[in-house]
């Protein structure tokens, strides 16, 4: 009597066990609360965490307000990666980018860059070629990416250092720094904050 | 056999139990010299349970030298438990339209049980005028 009931039972609800734990394709905000959160890697939201926070000291620092003729013009210098991982510093510096030239306070170069590498290189070659006088950066941005691993038994855990540095090329004094540690513990991935 | 099991899922009980309580003691200045500039807040509650855990106790504000706004909120987790939560801040111009930023995060965060603590966040410009915070438990 019992195989009766629970067998036509079970077979009922396995399948919708089976199927509601896998997970279709779907959008999600980025870098929302909704992502995939890994202690190995670099996720999106760290780098927007960081670009957010910087960000915000660094305008609320008051240090790109003070040149003679704003909007400050920002360089873009070296950006070292120190982590295990190969990873595109413009998802951290493009953020930051948008966000100063956003609030007005500052605008970045894209016809200079390190060893003479522009972003570029037809505005370079537009601007050498009309001879306009080009405008020296009131400051240059570098900035390093650290990333520190420990484990302890099953768990393990990644501290990722952002650090940047505002520099006036004039005097070659930093005049704003900026540093942001994102730790991240646990045993393996996971979806959600 | 019986009293074992009992007693084995008391015993897990009980470490679960007192395994999630956290507390935490503080000392500061008593005769405060800094004057917070305090804004009148509008809340809206759907999460009851994160309303106590993460409970704002007030909301203040400031301009920065160079023109943008700061705003610092000090929360209070009036259980015993840690809370992880996000927060997320949004930002307002003088027409109330929304300015996105790339750069708009959302934060994680845990508060301890019985702790009173601030986080604060600067405007992406200068044009920001208002503010939302949202929290969302974790």
Known sequence: ???????????????????????????I??????????????????????????TGKLLASGALDRVPNPPAVLAISRIVNNTDQQ??????????????LESGKAMTTTTMGLGGTAEDPLAQGLQQQNAQTIRTPDFTLSGKIIQLYVKAGSTSQSTYSFQLSLTDPRSGLAVWEGEKEITKQGTRSSVGF | MKTLSFLAVVGALLLA???CKTSVNSVENARKTGQRQMVPDQRAVTDMALARTVSIVGVNSVMTP????????????TSRSPQPFSYHFEWFDANGMQLNS????EFPDVIQGGEDRFISSVAPTPACRDFRVKFIAN
């Open chain 2, 102 to 105: 790339l750069t708009t995060a």
């Open chain 1, 29 to 54: 905000q980025t870098g929302g609360s909704q992502s995939v959160v890994s202690t190995g890697y670099i996720n999106i939201q760290d780098y927007i965490q960081a670009a957010n926070e910087m």
């Open chain 1, 87 to 100: 990873i595109d510093t413009d998802l951290l510096i493009k953020k930051i980018r948008v966000a100063v």
């Open chain 1, 1 to 27: 009597m019992k195989n009766k009931i629970l067998l036509p039972l079970l077979t009922a609800v396995l399948p919708l066990i089976a199927l509601s734990c896998g997970t279709n394709a779907h959008y």
């Open chain 2, 17 to 19: 139990i007192t395994g």
């Open chain 2, 66 to 77: 160079g023109g943008f706004l700061k705003v610092q909120i000090e929360l209070l987790n």
